[in-house]
T-cell receptor, first 113, second 118 residues
Framework: AQSVTQPDIHITVSEGASLELRCNYS??????LFWYVQSPGQGLQLLLK??????LVQGIKGFEAEFKRSQSSFNLRKPSVHWSDAAEYFC???????????FGTGTRLTVIP | GAGVSQSPSNKVTEKGKDVELRCDPI?????LYWYRQSLGQGLEFLIY????????KSGLPSDRFSAERTGGSVSTLTIQRTQQEDSAVYLC????????????????FGPGTRLTVL
């Protein structure tokens, strides 16, 4: 079945440590790829997106993501996490011909001092 | 500038009642989406409006759910005869549709309406 998978429900990292959030998709064609962040009580905010070209994309707040076609993955990374990064992170996929985005179930990030 | 706004922020209702949720998109955005976010789930697409075109209702889970968009701006999502499984956060998003349309245009999300059906 077509899907977006975020295998980690909850991740805890120490402030200053590096972070990688995993996202895998299973669609026939290369989809459009997005990462959104949702802070408590807030709407989703776009961190970055990939459509084509350079497979390493830079986003806001120091985040980056790498598209790996062979692994059908689009993992989100940050070299040094700040306490303010604690939030829920959603990977999403867009498909040509579909109006909506397809979202993963999210990864909740906790940052400890 | 103002973002997407939604009202109310919280709604508690009794099973069987009807509810209306409102979304004010960013001014000038032609595309509007409704999603539902249930506990522990990702966002589930409900409905999409684009200008004056017929809406894409393919995500509506039952005929108890309906939505309209008046004047190409404000949208109202109506749930009739609410059930406990309707409890969720309902998110609205709008998009400027400046590129080729969905799904490449960035969707800007509101803070959501948390609906609790007792």
């Amino acid at each position: 079945a077509q899907s977006v998978t975020q295998p980690d429900i909850h991740i805890t990292v120490s402030e200053g440590a590096s972070l990688e959030l995993r996202c895998n998709y299973s669609y026939g064609a290369t989809p459009y790829l997005f990462w959104y962040v949702q802070s408590p009580g807030q709407g989703l905010q776009l961190l970055l997106k990939y459509f084509s070209g350079d497979t390493l994309v830079q986003g806001i707040k120091g985040f980056e993501a790498e598209f790996k076609r062979s692994q059908s993955s689009f993992n989100l990374r940050k070299p040094s996490v700040h306490w303010s990064d604690a939030a829920e992170y959603f990977c999403a996929v867009g498909l040509t011909g579909a109006n909506n985005l397809f979202f993963g179930t999210g990864t909740r990030l906790t940052v400890i001092p | 500038g103002a973002g997407v706004s939604q009202s109310p922020s919280n709604k508690v209702t009794e099973k069987g009642k009807d509810v209306e949720l409102r979304c004010d998109p960013i001014s000038g955005h032609t595309a509007l989406y409704w999603y539902r976010q249930s506990l522990g789930q990702g966002l589930e697409f409900l409905i999409y409006f684009q200008g004056n075109s017929a809406p894409d209702k393919s995500g509506l889970p039952s005929d108890r759910f309906s939505a309209e968009r008046t004047g190409g701006s404000v949208s109202t999502l109506t749930i009739q005869r609410t059930q406990q499984e309707d409890s969720a956060v309902y998110l609205c998003a709008s998009s400027p549709d400046i590129h080729s349309g969905p799904p490449t245009d960035t969707q800007y999300f509101g803070p959501g309406t948390r609906l609790t059906v007792l």
